[in-house]
């Protein structure tokens, strides 16, 4: 199975000279339980942090962090991208990009300031016109000044999208409008637990990792359509961990959240239809700074930043737990992980 890496360049202290590309046991295969095999780079760019795929397209988006812009990709080759169009200004520190369903928009988030951007996409693929949704506000104004830090975006299936603010403590939802995004509503979080990244889960409800207070909250929607957080479950960890990504398994029944510092993988199991999380295990995720991981069905592979390398641990069919590191490659500042279908 073919995977993208995105991953820091000099620029931002990282290794990487672009987005890399990973193979995980046999190319065209859709298991990953195999050796693991860096080929090198595909696209040449600068910090290519997050990438996304267009769901019917051979393009993708980087988000170019160091320079705040999205760039699209389209693929010349089995193992090359070539960029196309113009970047497009999105904001300081861009560290994700979310694709529409429908391929027909992006919505960029920006770590440094706060923006939220929504993007038009036109039927080749390339972006074009971009809007900025409303800015944040804290809820906790008055207690210290501190910054809006837009950190991801998540479509929803009714067509509204949901923005994580890790300064603020917010999820925001939006709608979609012809002018680009009009904010419908906002959970506020608990004061300092910093929400980063986002899963929504088979039954509907949303799950929220945060960075700052290593938990993760679900949120359920209500009859009137706003949404609201109805628990929270402990990632466990040392003290001084910073948590980063939030993965399921693909029955919903488990999910993974990275913590960065004690370089350990939660693994918390979902319960009475969403509603609920409960702590399962705490395993060693095999890499020093577990920046992204994704599940593809047995197995876990995890990119560690720090130590320049992609694992790969198996799933316990039984327990959901991950074993210890069953393969292991180098490649560079690893940031994120996309899986993608052969040319």
């Given at each position: 199975m073919?995977f993208?890496?995105?991953g820091?360049?000099?620029?931002?202290d990282?290794r990487?000279?672009g987005i890399g590309?990973?193979?995980a046991?046999e190319?065209?295969?859709?298991l990953a339980?195999?050796?693991l095999?860096?080929?090198?780079t595909?696209?040449?760019a600068?910090?290519p942090?997050?990438v996304?795929a267009?769901p019917s397209?051979?393009v993708v988006?980087?988000?170019?962090?160091?320079?705040?812009?999205v760039?699209?990709?389209?693929?010349t080759?089995?193992?090359?991208f070539?960029?196309f169009?113009?970047a497009?200004n999105a904001g300081?520190a861009?560290?994700?990009v979310?694709v529409?369903?429908?391929?027909?928009s992006?919505?960029?988030s920006c770590?440094?300031?706060?923006?939220v951007?929504?993007i038009?996409?036109?039927?080749a693929?390339?972006?074009?016109?971009?809007?900025?949704?409303?800015?944040?506000a804290?809820p906790?104004?008055?207690?210290?000044?501190?910054v809006s830090?837009?950190?991801s975006?998540?479509?929803l299936?009714?067509g509204r999208?949901a923005?994580a603010d890790?300064?603020?403590?917010?999820i925001?939802f939006?709608r979609?409008s012809?002018?680009?995004?009009?904010?419908?509503?906002?959970v506020?979080l608990?004061?300092?637990?910093?929400?980063?990244?986002?899963?929504?889960?088979?039954?509907?409800?949303?799950?929220?990792?945060?960075e700052?207070s290593?938990e993760?909250f679900?949120?359920?929607?209500?009859?009137?359509?706003?949404?609201?957080?109805?628990g929270g479950?402990?990632?466990g960890?040392?003290?001084?961990?910073?948590?980063?990504?939030?993965?399921r398994?693909?029955d919903?029944?488990?999910?993974y959240?990275g913590?960065?510092?004690?370089?350990?993988?939660?693994v918390?199991?979902?319960?009475d239809g969403?509603?609920?999380t409960?702590a399962?295990?705490l395993?060693?995720?095999?890499v020093?700074?577990?920046?992204?991981h994704l599940?593809?069905?047995d197995?876990l592979?995890?990119?560690?930043?720090?130590s320049d390398?992609?694992v790969?641990?198996?799933?316990?069919?039984?327990?959901?737990?991950?074993?210890?590191p069953?393969h292991?490659?180098?490649?560079?500042?690893?940031?994120?992980l996309?899986?993608v279908s052969?040319?």
């Amino acid at each position: 199975m073919r995977f993208l890496l995105g991953g820091y360049t000099p620029d931002m202290d990282g290794r990487a000279s672009g987005i890399g590309m990973l193979v995980a046991g046999e190319p065209d295969s859709s298991l990953a339980g195999g050796p693991l095999s860096f080929q090198g780079t595909v696209a040449e760019a600068d910090s290519p942090s997050w990438v996304a795929a267009h769901p019917s397209l051979d393009v993708v988006y980087a988000a170019i962090e160091k320079t705040g812009a999205v760039q699209a990709y389209r693929r010349t080759g089995e193992a090359s991208f070539t960029a196309f169009g113009d970047a497009v200004n999105a904001g300081e520190a861009t560290c994700h990009v979310a694709v529409a369903p429908d391929g027909s928009s992006l919505i960029a988030s920006c770590w440094g300031d706060g923006r939220v951007v929504h993007i038009d996409v036109d039927s080749a693929g390339t972006p074009r016109a971009s809007a900025l949704g409303a800015a944040a506000a804290d809820p906790y104004a008055g207690f210290e000044e501190r910054v809006s830090r837009a950190h991801s975006a998540r479509f929803l299936p009714d067509g509204r999208i949901a923005t994580a603010d890790l300064g603020f403590d917010l999820i925001r939802f939006w709608r979609g409008s012809r002018d680009g995004l009009v904010l419908d509503h906002e959970v506020v979080l608990p004061r300092g637990s910093g929400p980063r990244h986002m899963v929504l889960h088979p039954s509907g409800h949303l799950h929220v990792v945060t960075e700052y207070s290593c938990e993760v909250f679900t949120l359920a929607e209500g009859r009137d359509g706003r949404w609201a957080v109805i628990g929270g479950t402990p990632l466990g960890g040392l003290p001084g961990d910073a948590a980063a990504e939030l993965a399921r398994s693909r029955d919903g029944e488990y999910l993974y959240a990275g913590l960065r510092g004690s370089n350990t993988i939660a693994v918390l199991r979902v319960r009475d239809g969403g509603d609920r999380t409960e702590a399962v295990a705490l395993v060693d995720s095999g890499v020093n700074w577990p920046r992204h991981h994704l599940v593809v069905r047995d197995t876990l592979l995890v990119g560690g930043q720090l130590s320049d390398e992609v694992v790969s641990l198996s799933l316990d069919i039984r327990t959901g737990v991950p074993g210890r590191p069953r393969h292991r490659v180098e490649a560079p500042s690893v940031t994120c992980l996309l899986p993608v279908s052969a040319a």
